[in-house]
């Protein structure tokens, strides 16, 4: 459908034509019944009116060049012939003014915001029945061999004309005939031009990128390859306004599901009614909804492992013509029919990985005759289009190991090599040389007790009470020396500690379930700091100008880890509000930097950034395993977040 002017053919060149305007929404055939689809004879199976168009497109101003046959004036306009078979001259100039004007009425430019452009016929002709011969009337004969010509022009002094839709109502007044409009638009001074057909009431809309306009037939290919990418990578990979996408994305806990409808498209599933026939606004929007939700919670089945799940729809989203990254939540206060899209969200919960998976689809009707389907898994993807004309519209993937259970969260254990050498402090040394002073006040007692007979009897049993309870104090001071003044951690095993606890920290949010979540925390993190720390997380996660939306974490890169200065190295639990559990008591600080690289997968592109933090962490034993007790975080940089399009490696053939 899509062929280059240029004799020779340029496949590069029609393929940046189809990605340059984003590219024109072809949906098919969109005429009130389809004829033999549907079984009826009401309607031929192709549209005997047939015009030529050629568009030119000026940043304010779009010029269009239309060219038929004159038989359309019987077909569109019901124009007959006397009894001779012939059109009188009075009969033909009467009907060419009543075409002229009908198709300024019925071909519709239509800008971004909704609002239909004025059409001024700035030029006709030659008319095409000044022949001589035809003074007395035409035949039949003589109106197919006739070509009429009009040029429109449709001015947009003040909105640029980057993204518009292109509509047509051409049709007679019973239905019977619509007309199908062959395109040739042409962006600037490019004499590169898209090719495609137009039918009747299903928008078209065109994405023009006037800061790297379409090239020119004589660019290299290299040339047209490089602008090719730049406008895959604008686009995010959406590169047709009128088609309908579905993406599928894999994830430890759950299947989430985007679909990509057009408005227009959406309106021939269900009745879409408002007060204005092009849009829809206020309260309309949140009674569409309704239904939208409704409508998708049922059909197009999703099995997995054999049985059908049941979808939770999570956002709708209404989106204008100009938007190209669909997971930004732009507030809707009115939309266009012709050229609005819709984002419905759903997720498919499940407790473990699945073994097998089946996406299907039975939602179709005369606009919609396909659906680009993908699933992703992994790093690869499976891709699949659904067809009105298939029998099975199933895409299957099995586990060939490709997705495993999110391993464990494995504990910090303390071992025994984690202490300094000079562990033993000031509280251990007291009770050491309390357990000497006792044991040695017990060997005097005895000796002047056995070795002199004479010494007092009331003497002796002081002294022997004296070094009992100085045994028993020391023995009870070393049992509680620990908490009082704790051991002292070797700097490496601390470094070590700081860094394994803070990989751990992030590895629980490889879950999506949040109580998968808060119990590999809790290997990690101890005491009330797992509430604050799992929601501050969270957040950090959130792509805010992404509605919010939760990025997977791809890797934590420890920079730096330091020793806190001396006065704040020694940590008190008590001082935290930390219940110490059975242990050794120990803690400490650590100053840590690291990076944190996140991706974000949905509506067919990723988004990827690098935010380095900077905190201090304070870890403790708890019944001999580190955990963190405290975090604060000292600085944070965030970095860029940019979209591409969805980069994976297309599934291996037989999953």
Not at 203 to 215: A, F, G, I, Q, S
Not at 279 to 308: D, H
Not at 406 to 416: H, I, N, R
Not at 538 to 564: K, N, W
Request: aromatic fraction near 10%; glycine fraction near 6%; include cysteine.
């Amino acid at each position: 459908m899509r062929e280059s002017r240029d004799a020779n053919g340029w496949r590069l060149s029609l393929a940046c034509l189809a990605v340059v305007f984003a590219v024109f929404t072809f949906s098919p055939a969109v005429w009130p019944a389809v004829c033999l689809a549907n079984g009826s004879s009401e309607i031929a199976a192709d549209p005997t009116a047939r015009i030529d168009a050629q568009i030119y497109v000026k940043p304010h101003r779009v010029r269009m060049v239309l060219s038929q046959f004159t038989d359309d004036l019987v077909w569109l306009h019901g124009m007959e012939a006397d009894e001779r078979g012939l059109f009188s001259a009075e009969q033909l100039r009467q009907y060419y003014q009543l075409h002229k004007e009908f198709l300024g009425n019925q071909l519709h430019v239509i800008d971004v915001q909704g609002q239909r452009l004025k059409a001024i016929l700035v030029e006709e002709g030659p008319y095409p029945f000044d022949d001589a011969l035809l003074q007395e009337g035409a035949t039949e004969f003589h109106l197919v061999r006739r070509r009429m010509q009009f040029t429109y022009e449709y001015e947009s002094p003040e909105v640029v004309l980057d993204t518009f839709t292109i509509r047509h109502s051409v049709v007679d007044e019973n239905f019977l005939y619509p007309a199908e409009l062959s395109l040739d638009l042409f962006q600037g001074e490019s004499d590169l031009s898209l090719k495609g057909k137009l039918r009747l009431d299903a928008p078209m809309t065109v994405d023009l990128d006037w800061e790297n306009p379409v090239p020119n037939l004589a660019a290299s290919d290299e040339e047209k390859r490089a602008w090719l990418e730049r406008q895959d990578e604008r686009l995010l990979g959406v590169t047709n306004f009128g088609a309908v996408y579905q993406w599928a994305y894999l994830e430890p806990r759950q299947l989430r599901v985007e679909l990509l409808i057009p408005l227009n498209v959406l309106a021939t599933l269900f009745e879409i009614n408002g007060s204005e026939p092009d849009f829809l606004q206020g309260e309309e929007l949140a009674a569409t909804e309704q239904r939208i939700r409704k409508y998708f919670s049922a059909g197009n089945p999703v099995s997995i492992n054999g049985q059908v799940v049941t979808p939770t729809i999570q956002r709708v989203d209404y989106f204008p013509a100009d938007q190209r990254d669909f997971a930004l939540r732009t507030k809707v206060e009115r939309i266009s029919l012709a050229n609005g899209r819709v984002g419905v969200s759903l997720a498919y919960n499940f407790r473990a990985v699945p073994r097998e998976i089946t996406l299907a689809w039975d939602k179709f009707s005369y606009a919609l005759n396909s659906v680009q389907t993908y699933l992703y898994f992994g790093q690869e993807v499976k891709t699949q289009v659904f067809s009105r004309q298939l029998a099975d519209n199933r895409l299957v993937w099995t586990n060939a190991g490709e997705v495993p259970e999110p391993a464990a969260v494995v504990p910090v254990v303390v071992q025994e090599s984690d202490w300094a050498t000079e562990s033993a402090g000031p509280g251990r040394g007291l009770s050491l040389w309390l357990l000497v002073a006792g044991v040695g006040a017990m060997m005097i007692g005895a000796a002047l007790l056995f070795g002199r007979r004479q010494w007092s009897a009331w003497c002796t049993p002081t002294v022997l009470f004296v070094a009992a309870a100085t045994v028993l104090g020391g023995a009870l001071l070393q049992r509680f020396a620990t908490g009082l003044m704790p051991p002292q951690v070797a700097v490496e095993a601390g470094d070590r500690a700081a860094g394994d606890l803070l990989r751990n920290v992030y590895r629980a949010f490889d879950f999506v379930d949040e109580e998968e979540i808060y119990a590999a925390l809790e290997t990690s993190v101890a005491g009330g700091k797992l509430r604050d720390l799992y929601l501050e997380l969270l957040q950090d996660l959130q792509v805010e100008e992404q509605g919010g939306a939760v990025s997977r974490i791809e890797a934590v890169e420890v920079l730096a880890v330091e020793t806190v200065d001396q006065e704040s190295a020694a940590v008190r639990l008590d001082d935290l509000g930390v219940a110490a559990e059975s242990g050794s008591g120990a803690a400490f600080r650590r100053r840590v930097k690291w990076n944190l690289s996140g991706l974000l997968e949905h509506w067919g592109h990723t988004h990827q950034r690098t935010n380095q933090y900077q905190a201090v962490l304070t870890i403790a034993d708890q019944a001999g395993q580190w955990k963190v007790v405290d975090l604060t975080v000292e600085s944070q940089t965030a970095g860029v977040s940019q979209p591409r399009p969805g980069r994976f490696r297309p599934a291996r053939s037989g999953e």
